[in-house]
């Protein structure tokens, strides 16, 4: 799928696109690509007040108005300071990085924010280079995936980079007490062309096994107080995120029905140093 090309029902291809389909609902009536006003009349059709962390109402913006240079006007500061968040129309990877708005907005509000003063301290220190906090919070903003988990001994395998023993052998245990949900706007454009070597950032967070019973919508509300939370409080450094070979989800590859699919030791890599 190339990026002019639009297909009204792209989150129906696959399951990985579940957690955005409430939010892009409004996409599979339009025969064309949807332009701003439609991006940020999806705001009203999903009920959603969005903020950044410094009280600003959210809209989408065209990027053809960016003035370059000044710092206010630069990306991250500008969506802290006004709340308009610079949008290329007929484009795959920022029309996902709104859907990923839509659906986590705390999230993304404290990913913002956790920039914007990174920022700052980087501008006010005379760095040129961007720092640790900041590449982790570039890396899960593009390619993070959340995982939750009620039983310790699945979390176990997944940190251990047992992946056939988690996603084969345990496959039955990891349909009851184990979910993904993709966060990262850049992992899900490349979720339109899947290739064997997608690999996410993972965030792991315990949960009970109620969780599961709660409706799809309330899990993801859910998330995204855990993860603004997590973003906040523990985001520090790239090591913080855990990588995870996200096609190796039950359901998300048409390939990994077959136990000879997890063999791919090229993807589903050992871990260097396992931890007992």
């Not at 962390?53 to 960016?66: E, K, L, T």
Request: net charge neutral.
């Amino acid at each position: 799928m190339n990026e002019q090309h639009w297909k009204s029902d792209f989150l129906q291809t696959s399951l990985l696109f579940e957690p955005l389909r409430k939010a892009g609902l409004y996409l599979e009536k339009l025969e064309n690509w949807p332009g701003l006003d439609e991006i940020n009349g999806a705001l009203i059709d999903n009920l959603q007040s969005m903020k950044t962390a410094s009280g600003h109402p959210v809209r989408f913006f065209s990027q053809d108005n960016i003035l370059v240079g000044e710092f206010a006007k630069r990306y991250e500061p500008r969506i802290y300071l006004t709340g308009e968040i610079q949008t290329r129309e007929q484009n795959w990877h920022d029309l996902f990085n709104a859907l990923v708005w839509l659906t986590f907005p705390r999230a993304k509000a404290m990913l913002n924010q956790l920039h914007y003063h990174a920022l700052l301290k980087e501008l006010q220190a005379g760095e040129t280079r961007r720092g640790p906090l900041r590449d982790a919070a570039t890396l899960f903003d593009e390619s993070g995936v959340v995982v939750v988990c009620s039983y310790k001994q699945l979390h176990q395998l997944l940190k251990n980079f047992k992946w056939k023993t988690l996603f084969w052998e345990q496959r039955a245990l990891l349909g009851i007490h184990m979910k993904f949900f993709v966060f990262g706007h850049g992992l899900y454009e490349k979720g339109l062309n899947p290739y064997i070597g997608m690999t996410g950032k993972g965030i792991v967070f315990s949960v009970q096994n109620d969780f599961f019973s709660q409706s799809p919508q309330q899990q993801l509300v859910n998330i995204d107080e855990m993860l603004a939370e997590f973003i906040s409080q523990r985001l520090t450094a790239c090591t913080d995120l855990t990588p995870v070979p996200i096609l190796g989800y039950p359901g998300w590859s048409l390939d990994n029905s077959d136990s000879r699919y997890y063999d791919n030791r090229s993807y589903f890599r050992a871990r260097p140093n396992i931890v007992v």
